[in-house]
C-alpha cells in the first residue's frame, strides 16, 4: 500500500504562489495521480490530475493556466505549482492515486493527509 505525505501550503497574499509536494512511499505511484482541494462546508473538487507514465495532464477550469501539476519519477513525488492565487483557492489540499484518468473523488483510492492552503485578500 502506498502512502502519500502531502507539504507545502501555508498562508499567502493574493497573487502569490505556493509549490505543493506529495511524496509517495512504500510502493511506486500507480498510473495516475491527482490533486484535489476541499474548502470549508464544501465538497472536495478536482484540481488536476498527471499520467505519471506519460505525463498527460488535465485540470480544472477554475485553475487552468494559473496552476501546474509535474511529478519527478526518480524521486517518486508529485508538484502542484500554484501561481496568482486568490482567496478562493483557500483549501485544504489533497493528493491522490487512480487507475483511471479522472476528475471524480469516487475513483481515487488512496489519499493522503491534506496539506491547507490560506489565501488572504
Known amino acids: 500500500q502506498v502512502q502519500l505525505v502531502e507539504s507545502g501550503g501555508g498562508l499567502v497574499q493574493a497573487g502569490g504562489s505556493l509549490r505543493l509536494s506529495c511524496a509517495a512511499s512504500?510502493?511506486?505511484?500507480?498510473?495516475?495521480v491527482g490533486w484535489f482541494r476541499q474548502a470549508p462546508g464544501k465538497e472536495r473538487e478536482f484540481v488536476a490530475a498527471i499520467s505519471w507514465i506519460y505525463d498527460n495532464t488535465r485540470y480544472a477550469d477554475s485553475v487552468k493556466g494559473r496552476f501546474a501539476i509535474s511529478r519527478e519519477r526518480a524521486k517518486n513525488t508529485l508538484y502542484l505549482q500554484m501561481n496568482t492565487l486568490q482567496p478562493e483557492d483557500t483549501a485544504v489540499y489533497y493528493c491522490?492515486?487512480?487507475?483511471?484518468?479522472?476528475?471524480?473523488?469516487?475513483?481515487?483510492?488512496?489519499w493522503g493527509q491534506g496539506t491547507q492552503v490560506t489565501v488572504s485578500s
Open positions: 491522490a492515486v487512480s487507475d483511471t484518468f479522472s476528475t471524480v473523488v469516487a475513483t481515487y483510492d488512496t
Open positions: 512504500g510502493r511506486p505511484f500507480r498510473r495516475f
